[in-house]
């Protein structure tokens, strides 16, 4: 049975999995999926300000905290007691492109050589590590959601903002991949 666990999981599998949780939210509780709302929530519960979007009742939502620690535990669980101890596999069509780029495999979920903290004060480094993460706050402000809200909650009940947020999720994901990302990889 461990040995299950220790491996990813088929498409067929997980992506029910991850599907039925939709209704299983609505059904029992009447709630809606969604990851960036915590960070709401937590200024909220941390910021003494008068700031009126953190003025709500952030209790009303603290299972949503309780559902993003379970995913930290999660991620914990798998790494520390269903880990198999091999270092993460890529397919070797991408070892050989970031190869280009004297970025080489290793045994992290994502290599020290772009993301180590000693990268952050390079060019590079800040432009993909602070920029990106500025650009991903303000694209998931601006776009109401992040892309688990939108695209698992949102398209489910057939939102057509999540449609549109989805499109444009994908669409900057392929720019980004195709012809961004080589540029910088290349600084």
Same mark, same amino acid.
């Given at each position: 049975?461990? &040995? ?8 067929? +599998? &997980? ?20 990851? /960036?709302?915590?960070?709401? #929530? ?6 003494? $300000? ?8 952030w209790k009303q939502e603290s299972?949503? *905290?309780?559902?993003?620690? $379970?995913?930290? &535990?999660?991620?914990?669980?798998? +790494?520390?007691?269903? @880990? ?6 890529? #397919?070797?069509? *991408?070892? %050989?492109?970031? &190869?280009?780029?004297?970025? #080489? ?6 290599? /020290? /050589?772009?993301? @180590?903290?000693?990268? *952050? ?8 590590? +602070?920029?990106?993460g500025l650009l991903v706050g303000?694209?998931?402000?601006? %776009? @109401?959601?992040?892309?688990s809200g939108h695209s698992i909650?949102?398209?489910? /009940? ?5 449609? +549109? ?17 080589? #540029?910088?990889?290349?600084?």
């Open positions: 049975m461990i &040995a299950f666990f220790q491996q990813p999981w088929p498409w067929y +599998v &997980a992506g029910p999995l991850i599907g039925l949780l939709v209704p299983a939210l609505l059904l029992t509780s009447n709630k809606t999926f969604g990851i /960036s709302s915590n960070f709401r #929530h937590i200024c909220a519960a941390c910021a003494p $300000g008068n700031i009126p979007f953190f003025k709500y009742n299972w949503n *905290l309780i559902f993003a620690l $379970g995913i930290l &535990a999660g991620g914990w669980i798998a +790494v520390s007691l269903l @880990g198999n101890g091999q270092p993460a596999s890529i #397919h070797p069509n *991408l070892a %050989a492109d970031l &190869a280009v780029y004297g970025i #080489h495999p290793e045994t992290a979920m994502v290599p /020290s /050589s772009l993301f @180590g903290i000693d990268q *952050l004060f390079t060019l590079r480094g800040l432009i993909l590590m +602070v920029g990106g303000f694209g998931t402000r601006y %776009a @109401g959601g992040c892309t909650m949102g398209l489910s /009940s057939l939102q057509w903002p999540s449609l +549109v947020a989805t499109m444009a999720f994908m669409a900057g994901g392929f720019l980004m991949a195709n012809f961004i990302l080589p #540029h910088l990889l290349a600084l």
